[in-house]
Protein backbone atom coordinates (compact mmCIF):
# COMPACT_ATOMS: atom_id res chain seq x y z
CA UNK A 1 0.00 0.00 0.00
CA UNK A 2 0.89 3.71 -0.32
CA UNK A 3 0.91 6.44 1.41
CA UNK A 4 -1.38 9.06 0.07
CA UNK A 5 0.49 12.79 -0.80
CA UNK A 6 -0.82 16.08 -1.90
CA UNK A 7 2.27 17.30 -3.56
CA UNK A 8 5.48 19.08 -2.56
CA UNK A 9 5.26 21.04 1.13
CA UNK A 10 8.62 22.57 0.58
CA UNK A 11 11.18 23.13 3.51
CA UNK A 12 14.61 21.84 3.79
CA UNK A 13 16.32 18.56 2.72
CA UNK A 14 15.81 15.93 4.93
CA UNK A 15 19.96 14.84 5.87
CA UNK A 16 20.82 12.19 4.33
CA UNK A 17 17.98 11.99 1.57
CA UNK A 18 18.01 9.87 -1.14
CA UNK A 19 14.20 9.15 -1.99
CA UNK A 20 11.55 11.78 -3.46
CA UNK A 21 8.35 11.80 -4.06
CA UNK A 22 6.85 12.71 -7.94
CA UNK A 23 2.99 13.69 -8.71
CA UNK A 24 0.68 13.46 -10.46
CA UNK A 25 0.13 11.67 -13.42
CA UNK A 26 -3.20 10.34 -15.47
CA UNK A 27 -1.96 7.41 -16.49
CA UNK A 28 0.12 4.61 -14.61
CA UNK A 29 3.91 5.35 -15.61
CA UNK A 30 6.47 2.62 -16.00
CA UNK A 31 9.19 2.34 -14.03
CA UNK A 32 11.62 2.53 -17.28
CA UNK A 33 10.11 5.87 -18.03
CA UNK A 34 10.41 7.55 -14.63
CA UNK A 35 14.22 6.08 -14.65
CA UNK A 36 14.64 7.87 -18.25
CA UNK A 37 13.28 10.70 -16.98
CA UNK A 38 15.77 11.19 -14.50
CA UNK A 39 18.46 9.53 -15.92
CA UNK A 40 20.65 13.12 -15.64
CA UNK A 41 20.47 13.22 -12.24
CA UNK A 42 22.05 10.09 -11.37
CA UNK A 43 21.41 6.39 -10.66
CA UNK A 44 18.14 5.33 -9.69
CA UNK A 45 18.15 2.19 -7.55
CA UNK A 46 14.23 2.25 -7.01
CA UNK A 47 10.71 2.78 -8.13
CA UNK A 48 7.37 2.21 -6.36
CA UNK A 49 4.27 3.23 -8.17
CA UNK A 50 1.10 4.04 -6.58
CA UNK A 51 -2.46 2.72 -7.03
CA UNK A 52 -5.00 4.94 -8.80
CA UNK A 53 -5.81 7.87 -6.40
CA UNK A 54 -8.58 10.71 -7.00
CA UNK A 55 -6.10 13.06 -8.42
CA UNK A 56 -4.28 10.25 -10.44
CA UNK A 57 -0.82 8.48 -9.98
CA UNK A 58 2.53 9.34 -8.06
CA UNK A 59 5.99 7.82 -7.45
CA UNK A 60 8.47 7.25 -5.06
CA UNK A 61 12.12 7.08 -6.58
CA UNK A 62 15.17 6.26 -4.47
CA UNK A 63 18.77 7.40 -5.97
CA UNK A 64 21.68 5.66 -5.44
CA UNK A 65 22.94 9.05 -3.12
CA UNK A 66 21.77 11.79 -1.56
CA UNK A 67 23.45 14.46 -3.92
CA UNK A 68 21.29 12.48 -6.91
CA UNK A 69 18.20 14.14 -4.99
CA UNK A 70 19.45 17.81 -5.27
CA UNK A 71 19.75 17.58 -8.93
CA UNK A 72 16.37 15.54 -8.79
CA UNK A 73 14.80 18.47 -7.70
CA UNK A 74 15.32 21.06 -10.17
CA UNK A 75 12.95 19.12 -12.23
CA UNK A 76 9.86 20.78 -10.30
CA UNK A 77 7.15 21.99 -12.89
CA UNK A 78 8.99 19.96 -15.98
CA UNK A 79 6.72 17.88 -18.63
CA UNK A 80 6.43 14.28 -18.02
CA UNK A 81 3.72 12.17 -19.50
CA UNK A 82 1.81 15.22 -20.66
CA UNK A 83 1.49 17.29 -16.91
CA UNK A 84 3.60 19.20 -15.42
CA UNK A 85 4.83 17.43 -12.15
CA UNK A 86 5.63 18.04 -9.16
CA UNK A 87 8.52 16.75 -6.96
CA UNK A 88 9.17 16.90 -3.17
CA UNK A 89 11.39 14.86 -0.53
CA UNK A 90 10.29 11.86 0.70
CA UNK A 91 7.29 13.11 3.45
CA UNK A 92 8.07 10.58 6.17
CA UNK A 93 12.18 11.46 5.78
CA UNK A 94 11.02 15.34 6.27
CA UNK A 95 9.24 14.35 9.22
CA UNK A 96 11.93 12.69 11.16
CA UNK A 97 14.37 15.34 9.97
CA UNK A 98 11.72 18.55 11.59
CA UNK A 99 8.93 16.94 12.98
CA UNK A 100 7.82 20.54 14.58
CA UNK A 101 7.90 21.95 11.46
CA UNK A 102 6.13 19.71 9.52
CA UNK A 103 3.14 19.02 12.63
CA UNK A 104 2.76 23.61 12.03
CA UNK A 105 2.64 23.62 8.30
CA UNK A 106 0.02 25.72 7.22
CA UNK A 107 -2.80 23.83 5.79
CA UNK A 108 -2.10 20.99 7.75
CA UNK A 109 -5.48 20.06 8.86
CA UNK A 110 -6.84 20.17 5.05
CA UNK A 111 -3.96 18.01 3.56
CA UNK A 112 -4.62 15.66 6.11
CA UNK A 113 -8.40 15.43 6.07
CA UNK A 114 -10.38 12.85 3.58
CA UNK A 115 -10.16 13.37 0.00
CA UNK A 116 -13.16 10.64 -1.10
CA UNK A 117 -16.46 10.37 0.00
CA UNK A 118 -18.02 8.04 3.04
CA UNK A 119 -19.46 5.34 1.70
CA UNK A 120 -22.90 4.43 2.71
CA UNK A 121 -22.96 3.10 6.57
CA UNK A 122 -19.24 3.04 6.19
CA UNK A 123 -17.42 1.81 9.56
CA UNK A 124 -14.07 1.96 7.90
CA UNK A 125 -11.08 4.47 7.85
CA UNK A 126 -7.55 4.36 6.24
CA UNK A 127 -4.69 6.19 8.37
CA UNK A 128 -1.83 7.20 6.72
CA UNK A 129 1.76 9.23 7.80
CA UNK A 130 1.65 7.52 11.61
CA UNK A 131 5.04 7.88 13.16
CA UNK A 132 7.41 4.41 12.98
CA UNK A 133 7.11 5.04 16.69
CA UNK A 134 3.34 4.71 16.77
CA UNK A 135 1.64 1.88 17.62
CA UNK A 136 -1.82 0.30 17.61
CA UNK A 137 -2.67 1.23 21.23
CA UNK A 138 -1.64 4.84 20.35
CA UNK A 139 -4.06 4.77 17.58
CA UNK A 140 -6.82 3.06 20.27
CA UNK A 141 -6.46 5.52 22.66
CA UNK A 142 -6.21 8.61 19.99
CA UNK A 143 -9.78 7.77 18.80
CA UNK A 144 -11.56 6.18 22.11
CA UNK A 145 -13.68 8.76 22.86
CA UNK A 146 -14.97 8.92 19.64
CA UNK A 147 -16.54 5.19 19.44
CA UNK A 148 -16.03 1.27 20.01
CA UNK A 149 -13.34 -0.04 17.84
CA UNK A 150 -14.08 -3.22 16.16
CA UNK A 151 -10.50 -3.37 14.41
CA UNK A 152 -7.43 -1.94 14.31
CA UNK A 153 -4.33 -2.95 11.66
CA UNK A 154 -1.27 -0.99 11.04
CA UNK A 155 1.71 -1.70 8.78
CA UNK A 156 4.52 -0.68 8.14
CA UNK A 157 5.20 1.41 4.77
CA UNK A 158 7.85 0.50 1.69
CA UNK A 159 9.67 2.74 2.59
CA UNK A 160 10.07 1.63 6.03
CA UNK A 161 9.75 5.15 7.49
CA UNK A 162 6.64 5.04 9.03
CA UNK A 163 3.48 2.92 9.40
CA UNK A 164 -0.05 3.06 7.21
CA UNK A 165 -3.16 1.25 8.36
CA UNK A 166 -7.47 0.61 8.96
CA UNK A 167 -9.39 1.44 11.73
CA UNK A 168 -12.65 -0.32 11.59
CA UNK A 169 -15.70 1.17 14.03
CA UNK A 170 -18.86 -0.78 15.47
CA UNK A 171 -21.06 2.43 15.11
CA UNK A 172 -20.97 4.53 11.40
CA UNK A 173 -21.18 7.68 13.72
CA UNK A 174 -17.68 7.13 15.35
CA UNK A 175 -16.39 6.96 11.92
CA UNK A 176 -17.57 10.96 11.54
CA UNK A 177 -16.45 11.86 14.79
CA UNK A 178 -13.14 10.07 14.00
CA UNK A 179 -12.42 12.08 10.51
CA UNK A 180 -12.63 15.29 12.93
CA UNK A 181 -9.20 14.09 14.21
CA UNK A 182 -7.40 14.15 10.89
CA UNK A 183 -4.11 16.25 11.56
CA UNK A 184 -4.25 15.50 14.82
CA UNK A 185 -0.46 14.95 16.18
CA UNK A 186 0.37 11.44 16.98
CA UNK A 187 4.11 10.57 18.12
CA UNK A 188 4.47 14.17 16.66
CA UNK A 189 3.29 13.26 13.32
CA UNK A 190 0.40 14.32 11.50
CA UNK A 191 -2.10 12.16 10.81
CA UNK A 192 -4.04 11.90 7.21
CA UNK A 193 -7.32 9.94 6.89
CA UNK A 194 -9.36 8.94 3.97
CA UNK A 195 -12.89 7.00 4.06
CA UNK A 196 -12.22 3.10 2.93
CA UNK A 197 -14.84 0.36 2.07
CA UNK A 198 -15.69 -1.73 4.60
CA UNK A 199 -14.14 -5.81 4.16
CA UNK A 200 -13.62 -8.58 6.37
CA UNK A 201 -11.24 -8.88 9.49
CA UNK A 202 -9.18 -10.65 7.88
CA UNK A 203 -8.54 -8.78 4.22
CA UNK A 204 -7.45 -6.46 6.82
CA UNK A 205 -4.90 -8.97 8.14
CA UNK A 206 -3.52 -10.15 5.31
CA UNK A 207 -2.92 -6.77 3.55
CA UNK A 208 -4.48 -5.57 -0.02
CA UNK A 209 -3.75 -7.95 -2.31
CA UNK A 210 -1.77 -10.14 -0.24
CA UNK A 211 -1.53 -13.67 -0.41
CA UNK A 212 -2.80 -15.60 3.01
CA UNK A 213 -0.20 -18.99 3.88
CA UNK A 214 -1.67 -21.67 3.27
CA UNK A 215 0.97 -24.19 5.28
CA UNK A 216 1.00 -24.23 9.19
CA UNK A 217 4.71 -23.55 10.44
CA UNK A 218 7.01 -26.56 11.08
CA UNK A 219 8.67 -26.23 14.04
CA UNK A 220 11.98 -24.47 14.02
CA UNK A 221 11.06 -23.38 10.64
CA UNK A 222 13.93 -21.03 9.09
CA UNK A 223 13.11 -21.40 5.57
CA UNK A 224 10.44 -19.68 3.25
CA UNK A 225 8.65 -20.71 -0.43
CA UNK A 226 8.60 -17.95 -2.96
CA UNK A 227 6.51 -18.33 -6.04
CA UNK A 228 5.20 -16.41 -8.62
CA UNK A 229 8.67 -15.23 -9.94
CA UNK A 230 9.45 -13.77 -12.88
CA UNK A 231 11.47 -15.58 -15.28
CA UNK A 232 14.17 -13.66 -15.50
CA UNK A 233 14.76 -13.27 -11.45
CA UNK A 234 18.13 -13.80 -10.01
CA UNK A 235 19.88 -14.31 -6.57
CA UNK A 236 20.52 -10.96 -6.38
CA UNK A 237 16.85 -9.53 -6.73
CA UNK A 238 15.44 -12.28 -3.97
CA UNK A 239 18.33 -11.00 -1.63
CA UNK A 240 17.59 -7.67 -2.04
CA UNK A 241 13.80 -7.56 -1.64
CA UNK A 242 14.11 -10.38 1.41
CA UNK A 243 17.34 -8.75 3.19
CA UNK A 244 15.57 -6.55 5.46
CA UNK A 245 13.74 -9.75 7.03
CA UNK A 246 17.15 -11.46 8.53
CA UNK A 247 20.56 -12.45 7.91
CA UNK A 248 20.07 -14.66 4.79
CA UNK A 249 22.24 -18.29 4.82
CA UNK A 250 21.35 -19.35 1.61
CA UNK A 251 18.92 -18.67 -1.60
CA UNK A 252 17.69 -21.77 -4.19
CA UNK A 253 16.44 -21.10 -7.52
CA UNK A 254 14.65 -23.38 -9.69
CA UNK A 255 11.88 -23.94 -12.09
CA UNK A 256 8.79 -26.05 -12.43
CA UNK A 257 9.33 -28.63 -14.88
CA UNK A 258 5.89 -29.24 -15.29
CA UNK A 259 5.25 -25.26 -16.16
CA UNK A 260 8.42 -23.68 -16.30
CA UNK A 261 7.20 -21.33 -13.48
CA UNK A 262 10.23 -19.92 -11.33
CA UNK A 263 10.05 -20.61 -7.32
CA UNK A 264 12.81 -20.29 -4.86
CA UNK A 265 13.60 -21.71 -1.25
CA UNK A 266 15.35 -19.24 0.82
CA UNK A 267 16.81 -19.85 3.94
CA UNK A 268 17.47 -17.74 7.31
CA UNK A 269 19.73 -17.57 9.95
CA UNK A 270 17.20 -16.62 12.94
CA UNK A 271 13.78 -18.29 13.15
CA UNK A 272 12.39 -14.78 13.50
CA UNK A 273 13.04 -13.60 10.11
CA UNK A 274 10.83 -16.11 8.39
CA UNK A 275 7.77 -14.28 10.43
CA UNK A 276 8.48 -11.00 8.53
CA UNK A 277 9.43 -12.73 4.99
CA UNK A 278 5.77 -14.35 5.05
CA UNK A 279 4.18 -11.24 5.52
CA UNK A 280 6.15 -9.80 2.23
CA UNK A 281 4.08 -12.11 0.61
CA UNK A 282 1.73 -10.22 -2.53
CA UNK A 283 4.84 -7.43 -3.13
CA UNK A 284 6.27 -7.30 -6.02
CA UNK A 285 9.27 -8.75 -7.49
CA UNK A 286 10.84 -7.57 -11.24
CA UNK A 287 6.53 -6.45 -11.73
CA UNK A 288 5.50 -9.60 -10.52
CA UNK A 289 3.22 -10.47 -7.43
CA UNK A 290 5.12 -13.28 -5.47
CA UNK A 291 3.90 -15.69 -3.24
CA UNK A 292 5.96 -16.86 0.30
CA UNK A 293 4.90 -19.25 2.61
CA UNK A 294 6.69 -21.77 5.09
CA UNK A 295 8.74 -24.58 4.03
CA UNK A 296 10.53 -27.38 5.37
CA UNK A 297 14.25 -26.94 6.60
CA UNK A 298 16.78 -28.36 4.10
CA UNK A 299 19.10 -30.66 6.44
CA UNK A 300 23.01 -30.03 5.82
CA UNK A 301 24.05 -33.00 8.22
CA UNK A 302 26.28 -34.86 5.77
CA UNK A 303 25.02 -38.09 7.34
CA UNK A 304 21.68 -37.51 6.07
CA UNK A 305 22.82 -37.48 2.58
CA UNK A 306 24.39 -41.10 3.13
CA UNK A 307 22.01 -43.15 4.45
CA UNK A 308 21.12 -41.03 7.46
CA UNK A 309 18.22 -40.83 9.33
CA UNK A 310 15.23 -39.10 8.32
CA UNK A 311 11.96 -37.80 9.84
CA UNK A 312 11.22 -39.70 12.81
CA UNK A 313 14.40 -41.76 13.12
CA UNK A 314 13.30 -43.70 10.00
CA UNK A 315 16.70 -44.56 7.45
CA UNK A 316 16.33 -42.93 4.34
CA UNK A 317 17.01 -39.38 2.43
CA UNK A 318 15.84 -36.41 4.77
CA UNK A 319 12.37 -35.13 4.37
CA UNK A 320 11.68 -38.49 2.51
CA UNK A 321 8.48 -40.66 4.42
CA UNK A 322 9.49 -43.87 5.78
CA UNK A 323 10.21 -46.43 3.15
CA UNK A 324 11.16 -44.55 0.27
CA UNK A 325 14.87 -44.04 1.09
CA UNK A 326 15.74 -47.40 0.19
CA UNK A 327 18.11 -48.13 -2.97
CA UNK A 328 16.02 -49.62 -6.02
CA UNK A 329 16.99 -53.37 -7.15
CA UNK A 330 18.69 -53.85 -3.96
CA UNK A 331 16.31 -56.82 -1.98
CA UNK A 332 15.71 -56.43 1.40
CA UNK A 333 17.01 -58.60 3.88
CA UNK A 334 14.87 -61.13 5.44
CA UNK A 335 13.46 -60.70 8.49
CA UNK A 336 15.12 -62.44 11.56
CA UNK A 337 14.25 -65.89 12.97
CA UNK A 338 13.20 -69.09 11.04
CA UNK A 339 12.05 -69.04 7.45
CA UNK A 340 8.15 -69.66 7.45
CA UNK A 341 6.94 -72.66 5.51
CA UNK A 342 5.15 -71.75 2.39
CA UNK A 343 1.46 -71.43 1.77
CA UNK A 344 -0.10 -74.81 0.99
CA UNK A 345 -1.63 -75.38 -2.91
CA UNK A 346 0.36 -74.88 -6.33
CA UNK A 347 2.25 -71.86 -6.88
CA UNK A 348 0.17 -68.67 -7.55
CA UNK A 349 1.45 -66.88 -10.27
CA UNK A 350 1.46 -63.12 -9.30
CA UNK A 351 0.70 -60.10 -12.35
CA UNK A 352 2.33 -62.44 -14.59
CA UNK A 353 5.44 -63.03 -12.36
CA UNK A 354 6.09 -66.67 -10.75
CA UNK A 355 3.98 -70.02 -11.59
CA UNK A 356 5.22 -72.13 -14.58
CA UNK A 357 6.23 -71.04 -17.79
CA UNK A 358 3.64 -70.49 -20.47
CA UNK A 359 3.93 -72.19 -23.59
CA UNK A 360 4.58 -70.02 -26.36
Not at 7 to 31: H, Y
Not at 43 to 57: C, L, N
Amino acid sequence: DWRRNDGPRGGSKPEGCRTIWVGWTDRRPEEDDISEFFKDCGAVTEVRISDHHVRGYFAHVQFEDTHCVDEAMKKQGEMFMERRIQVDYAYMDKVATNPKMEANAPGRILRCKPKSVKPPNGHTLWLGDLSIDATEQDVIDLFEPCGRIEMICLKVNQLRNGHFGHVKFFDTEAVDKAVDLAGSTLKGVPIRMDYAEDKPLEAYRSGKDKVITQTQRPADCQTVWIGGLPDEVTEDMVRNTFDRCGEIREVRLDQSKRSGARFCHVEFVGLDAVERAVKLSGESVGGSKMRVDFAENRRHDPLSIQGGRGPGGMPGMPGMPPGEGESPGVPKPPPPGPPKPPPPGPPKAAMGFGGPPKPL
